[in-house]
């Protein structure tokens, strides 16, 4: 199993540009997270998919940020447009639903905003 | 979800136990205890969970006191390939995959 993949790996982008960050979870897993983590906040939840439907999206800062699942197997973090404020380290998670099952997370990606 | 309290930093020699405490005194009866780690510029990693009952797996083992108050992670040989920060998250069953997490506790291996 190849885990999650997640690309780029790294984006370096100057502010007022759009910035598509991408994630293919692992095979077979049904629920979708997007974790954003900084120096100053940590590591928090911006939105999760169950069945490619957002269930919470309460995380997610504000406007300027927009999340799709379109299938299964890919998702899409979109910023537009970006500010420096959003450089951090974005990870996607996935796991099956329901019950106690564990998060798998990619290895994140390293956005900067200059 | 309950939250919960772990020190921010702790070391320990290579070749002996790591023992990581984590307090969560308002706990719910649903509540899991779940222990994930992040080694330095990797995604976090799942290690253990529990609900009452102690628990061990391959990577680690999982006290958790009979009152469900506090439990600690214990990696029974620290390697250096231990060093990481580890989080301690509480979660009920019916949530559907939302975990919170803390500032986690930076375990520094030595050798």
């Known amino acids: 199993d190849a885990g999650v993949i997640q690309s780029p790996r790294h984006e370096v982008t100057e502010m007022g540009q759009e910035v598509t960050l991408r994630c293919k979870p692992i095979?077979?897993?049904?629920?979708l997270f997007w974790y954003r983590q900084t120096m100053m906040r940590g590591l928090e939840l911006l939105i999760y998919f169950n069945n490619n439907v957002p269930i919470d999206d309460s995380g997610m800062p504000e406007d300027r940020f927009s999340a799709k699942m379109p299938n299964a197997s890919f998702s899409t973090l979109k910023i537009q447009p970006s500010e420096p404020r959003d450089s951090a380290v974005y990870f996607c998670a996935s796991s099956l639903s329901g019950g106690t099952y564990e998060q798998y997370f990619g290895p994140g990606t390293r956005l900067t905003v200059t | 979800d309950a939250k919960t309290t772990q020190p921010p930093s702790m070391d320990c020699a290579e070749g002996r136990a790591a023992n990581l405490p984590c307090n969560h005194s308002t706990i719910s009866g649903n509540e899991y205890v779940y222990w994930y780690r992040q080694i330095h510029s990797q995604g976090p990693q799942y290690i253990i969970h529990g609900l009452k009952n102690n628990e061990t797996n391959e990577m680690a083992s999982l006290i958790i006191t009979e009152d469900r108050k506090s439990s600690t992670l214990i990696l029974p040989h620290a390697t250096l390939r231990d060093t990481a920060v580890y989080y301690c998250?509480?979660?009920?069953?019916?949530?559907?995959?939302?975990?919170?997490f803390g500032q986690g506790t930076t375990l520094q291996v030595k050798p």
């Open positions: 998250i509480v979660r009920a069953s019916s949530n559907t995959g939302k975990l919170i």
């Open positions: 095979s077979g897993h049904n629920s």
